[in-house]
């Protein structure tokens, strides 16, 4: 028996990374699928391999109206929704002298507000037994120069979902979170650092790992669908860690 069969998921973020390996891995275990992201070449990559059944929306994750319309497509395909996995996010590392407002207000606005109101408006949609899982980040837990605004972003989803954990269990909706170490998805490309100094970040950060690597994106999926499925029946508010033991350090 598929550990998923009959659920339905919406993933956000899900056209890339840790998202794209989770939906991959959710489909293959018999969930229907919804999944977002912005970029639409990556989306239409998504599309084609996850299948003309999955739901493939664009949607800004910070934007409130775009996710009351994300919202309203998922009620009018599937009616229902058994997992939300809140997984979007940004990152962008800068001194503290360089910190914008708007930069600011986009990192909080994307990892923590879209969450919280994605959360909040799918509400409505939710089936008797349904499961949350939020991306958190190891940094929510560390000191790591340049990733301040970031880092916050996270330990604010990290208490959300301890207090929404005790907040939704009442309604038969558990809440967990899955915290990241350093991953192999394209998020790290983003950063917009020269394609030298990135190699060598990355050389670095494996190398400061006691597990020497970087974890794969399919190794944060297993946790997904564990925290989505009954498997993890008596757990909420929880975070697990997926770091191969970075924040052991
Ligand atoms: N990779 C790591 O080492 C690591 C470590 C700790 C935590 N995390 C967390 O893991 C989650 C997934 O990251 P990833 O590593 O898989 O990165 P990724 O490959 O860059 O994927 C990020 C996904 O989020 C989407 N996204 C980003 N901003 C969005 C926005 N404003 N609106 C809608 N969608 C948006 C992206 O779509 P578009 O590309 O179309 O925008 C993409 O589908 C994030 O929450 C990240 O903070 C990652």
């Known amino acids: 028996m598929k550990k ?31 999944i977002t992201g912005r970029n639409p070449d990556s989306l239409a990559r998504a ?3 996850l299948g003309s059944d999955t739901l493939v929306i664009s949607s800004e994750a910070g934007n409130l109206e775009e996710i009351d319309s994300l919202m309203a497509q998922v009620k009018a395909r599937f009616n229902e929704l058994d997992i939300l996995f809140v997984n979007a996010g940004i990152v962008k590392p800068t001194p503290i002298e360089e910190v914008s407002e708007s930069q600011f207000d986009e990192i909080m606005g994307v990892n923590f507000k879209g969450v919280f109101f994605a959360i909040q408006k799918a509400l409505p949609l939710f089936s008797a037994n349904a499961s949350i899982i939020a991306t958190t980040s190891v940094t929510n837990q560390k000191g790591v120069p340049l990733f301040n605004v970031y880092a916050a972003s996270k330990a604010a989803l990290r208490s959300l979902v301890q207090s929404l954990g005790v907040t939704l269990i009442s ?7 899955i915290s990241p170490g350093p991953i192999f998805t394209p998020m790290f490309d983003s950063l917009g650092l020269p394609d030298d100094l990135l190699q060598t970040r990355k050389r670095e950060m494996a ?3 006691p597990i020497k690597r970087f974890g794969m994106p399919e ?20 975070q697990i860690v997926v770091d191969g033991g970075v924040s052991l350090l």
């Open 4 to 34: 998923l069969s009959g659920k339905t998921a919406l993933i956000t973020g899900g056209s890339s990374g840790i998202g794209l390996a989770t939906a991959r891995l959710f489909r293959d275990e018999g969930a229907r699928l919804v």
């Open 219 to 238: 190794e944060v999926a297993k946790a997904a669908l564990f925290l989505a499925s009954d498997d993890s029946s008596y757990m909420l508010g929880e």
């Open 207 to 209: 190398l400061k790992s």
């Open 47 to 49: 599309q084609e391999e």
């Open 171 to 177: 309604r038969g909706i558990r809440i967990n979170a």
